[in-house]
């Protein structure tokens, strides 16, 4: 199944399931109500700042929404290479593995991404509920955050709260790998 019919038919079955309509989920993620029922019909993936958004409103995160896990675990062990994978936005030309495909209601995502050479999340700063983390394994990547710049190389970390305004920008000449964590804030 395609990554976006995937998300959309489970967007669409954990709004009905919560009696929700898209209006109100719209209202609720600050997402455009045509943007939900897009992705619902499969007609585009949406970003993950948007599904950041979604989980909020049904407190799931991102991996509810991308992995087709037929069951759950509370332990996950992976190995290179056997990881779920994703792409989001071809655009940013960003790929990502997932290191917690498979657990049992995580209250985070761990991610490893793999950014081309110049790709960005774009011109307009990304914002979200939660915490966000990122260690960069190889290359070099530019995150501004709240107006402030950091370049974090090799063995370098960033961590700050996800609903300050930020973006980031691969200014190696080669890939950037990227151990990503987002933690979603919790929906009380």
Not at 18 to 42: C, F, H, P, W, Y
Not at 95 to 117: I, M, N, W, Y
Request: a neutral charge.
């Amino acid at each position: 199944m395609q990554l976006k019919n995937l998300i959309g038919k489970k967007l669409k079955a954990i709004r009905l399931k919560n009696d929700l309509t898209i209006q109100t989920v719209s209202e609720r993620a600050k997402v455009s109500a045509n943007m939900i029922s897009r992705i619902e019909r499969g007609l585009t993936t949406p970003s993950v700042e948007i599904l950041l958004r979604l989980g909020s409103v049904f407190d799931k995160s991102i991996n509810y929404f991308v992995e087709d896990v037929k069951s759950t675990h509370e332990i996950v062990y992976s190995k290179p290479g056997q990881r779920s994978r994703s792409v989001f936005d071809d655009d940013r030309n960003l790929q990502t593995e997932s290191f917690t495909a498979g657990l049992r209601d995580p209250q985070f995502t761990g991610l490893f991404a793999v950014v081309k050479p110049n790709a960005s999340s774009g011109d307009v700063d990304m914002f979200h509920p939660g915490d966000e983390l990122l260690f960069v394994l190889k290359g070099r990547l530019k995150m501004t955050v709240a107006g402030e710049t950091f370049e974090i190389g090799e063995g370098e970390s960033l961590s700050f709260k996800s609903h300050l305004p930020h973006r980031w920008t691969n200014i190696a000449e080669h890939e950037t790998h990227v151990m990503w964590v987002l933690s979603p804030l919790t929906t009380i």
